[in-house]
T-cell receptor, first 110, second 113 residues
Framework: KAGVTQTPRYLIKTRGQQVTLSCSPI?????VSWYQQTPGQGLQFLFE???????NKGNFPGRFSGRQFSNSRSEMNVSTLELGDSALYLC?????????FGPGTRLLVL | TQLLEQSPQFLSIQEGENLTVYCNSS?????LQWYRQEPGEGPVLLVT?????EVKKLKRLTFQFGDARKDSSLHITAAQPGDTGLYLC?????????????FGPGTSLSVIP
């Protein structure tokens, strides 16, 4: 079975721009979660989608949004980028409690 | 609010030494996972433990789930440079219709050749 894939792997944007990241879960997994990881903050939970519905949300501003499609693929969008949004964005898919992570998208905001 | 704590936060040891890292909470978990993450990559699942008191071994790594299912430990025997990375634990709790997962802050391990 193919693992979780994320595109793009690396991205450079400037402040004020917006960005869309994509995640394809393991086949058969209906839950997709997104995390932001920075060196000082560890894994911060953004949101979780299941069957195209957001069922959990972390404490991030409304500039961070996401969606899930009928094939379980998910996208997250960050609008009006700030320098502090520079991070590794990870997505994870799961069937039950155990989450399987993709390689991440490294976003650098200049 | 559920919290998972990990200790130590940082660990630097010589190749060949043994070490133990801990994952603690005041909450009871239905299962607990350990992951290892290398810089710039996603966390890789090492093990899932589900039964209180359970011990699982993966080569030189030994994982234990506490009897009360609130804590866990990871013991590495004869550490090697390839063990270097960030070790994360994650606890899952049963909700009304699905599991909720929380992650600890991680233990950063450096094994010096």
């Amino acid at each position: 079975k193919a693992g979780v894939t994320q595109t793009p792997r690396y991205l450079i944007k400037t402040r004020g721009q917006q960005v869309t990241l994509s995640c394809s879960p393991i086949s058969g997994h209906r839950s997709v979660s997104w995390y932001q990881q920075t060196p000082g903050q560890g894994l911060q939970f953004l949101f979780e989608y299941f069957s195209e519905t957001q069922r959990n949300k972390g404490n991030f501003p409304g500039r961070f949004s996401g969606r899930q499609f009928s094939n379980s693929r998910s996208e997250m969008n960050v609008s009006t980028l700030e320098l502090g949004d520079s991070a590794l964005y990870l997505c994870a898919s799961s069937l039950s409690a155990t989450q399987y992570f993709g390689p991440g998208t490294r976003l650098l905001v200049l | 609010t559920q919290l998972l704590e990990q200790s130590p936060q940082f660990l630097s040891i010589q190749e060949g030494e043994n070490l133990t890292v801990y994952c603690n909470s005041s909450s009871v978990f239905s299962s607990l996972q350990w992951y290892r993450q290398e810089p710039g990559e996603g966390p890789v699942l090492l093990v899932t433990v589900v039964t209180g008191g359970e011990v699982k071994k993966l080569k030189r790594l030994t994982f234990q789930f506490g009897d009360a299912r609130k804590d866990s430990s990871l013991h590495i025997t004869a550490a090697q440079p390839g063990d270097t990375g960030l070790y994360l634990c994650a606890g899952a709790s049963r909700g009304t219709s699905y599991d909720k997962v929380i992650f600890g802050p991680g233990t950063s391990l450096s094994v010096i050749p």
